[in-house]
């Protein structure tokens, strides 16, 4: 168990609808990232926030978008869904920043758009 | 453009014998080098990392290999054993940027 939580497992919506991935990252962590795996893909980085603030964006489409609180927890808000939204988003968080602060991910929520 | 690049999408190798994953990448500002491996159904787990003022680095049965000048990396698995059976990811970033992942490589412990 990684300590990172991500809800719900599985996620299975139409085309055209809004929906609202959670994460909670581990206790104490400041920074959480967002990933999305489409099939035959690496993890495409989305984007990451640090104690509450925007830090680096990605490839994240503008009807995507994300917060993290002020207890930490981060959400991934996806709208106006397309068929090629399906795939597999992951959460992932780290103590602090910087390249030697190790990413502990969550299990991942499945998105299923129909 | 992909910085990180992990050309087998899939190996197999014999139980006992050693596995070696590669890596190729083309920033050479990159300073940080990690190896995540991946079961289905869990998210990516940490498993090595060397900065780019090594070329080695090892942790048990999993060492890394660093060759900057040819801008290469890769993971020896030595003994392979059945539960390393996953998929594993490479991954470098710089500095305090983002990490760039690679597409992955399917390695697959024959009995």
């Known amino acids: 168990d990684s300590g990172v939580t991500q809800t719900p497992k599985h996620l299975i919506t139409a085309t055209g609808q809004r929906v609202t991935l959670r994460c909670s990252p581990r206790s104490g962590d400041l920074s959480v990232y967002w990933y999305q795996q489409s099939l035959d893909q690496g993890l495409q980085f989305l984007i990451q926030y640090y104690n509450g603030e925007e830090r680096a964006k990605g490839n994240i489409l503008e009807r995507f978008s994300a917060q993290q609180f002020p207890d930490l927890h981060s959400e991934l808000n996806l709208s106006s869904l397309e068929l090629g939204d399906s795939a597999l988003y992951f959460c992932?968080?780290?103590?602090?920043?910087?390249?030697?602060?190790?990413?502990?991910f969550g299990a991942g929520t499945r998105l299923s758009v129909l | 453009d992909q910085q990180v690049k992990q050309n087998s999408p899939s190996l197999s190798v014999q139980e006992g014998r050693i596995s070696i994953l590669n890596c190729d990448y083309t920033?050479?500002?990159?300073?940080?080098f990690l190896w995540y491996k991946k079961y289905p159904a869990e998210g990516p787990t940490f498993l090595i990392s060397i900065s780019s003022i090594k070329d080695k680095n090892e942790d048990g049965r999993f060492t890394v290999f660093l060759n900057k000048s040819a801008k290469h990396l890769s993971l020896h698995i030595v003994p392979s054993q059945p539960g390393d059976s996953a998929v594993y990811f490479c991954?470098?970033?710089?500095?305090?940027?983002?990490?760039?992942f690679g597409k992955g490589t399917r390695l697959h412990i024959l009995p």
């Open positions: 991954a470098a970033s710089r500095g305090n940027d983002k990490i760039i």
């Open positions: 920033n050479s500002m990159f300073d940080y």
């Open positions: 992932a968080s780290s103590v602090n920043l910087g390249a030697g602060n190790i990413q502990y």
